[in-house]
């Protein structure tokens, strides 16, 4: 649910904004968020990302493993 809602406001955002919101740090802030969360497994990172990678260490039981 929470990932449904975040990623509609996310693209009613993107739709909204002027082209020149593309390079605004909202966008940067986002991106960074969206990047971070791949730490926990979500988004669309899974796990792939340097993020998660590193923090699976201190994160086990988000994970599981094979």
């Given amino acids: 649910m929470l990932k449904s809602t975040a990623m509609?406001?996310?693209v009613?955002?993107?739709l909204?904004?002027?082209p020149a919101a593309i390079a605004s740090?909202?966008?940067?802030?986002q991106a960074e968020w969206f990047r971070h969360g791949a730490r926990h497994g979500r988004w669309d990172c899974y796990g792939k990302?340097?993020?998660g990678r590193?923090?699976?260490d201190t994160q086990r039981h988000h994970y599981r493993q094979r």
């Fill in 25 to 29: 740090p909202w966008t940067e802030g």
């Fill in 54 to 56: 590193a923090h699976r």
């Fill in 8 to 10: 509609t406001t996310i």
């Fill in 16 to 18: 909204l904004s002027p």
């Fill in 49 to 51: 990302c340097p993020e």
């Fill in 12 to 14: 009613l955002a993107m």
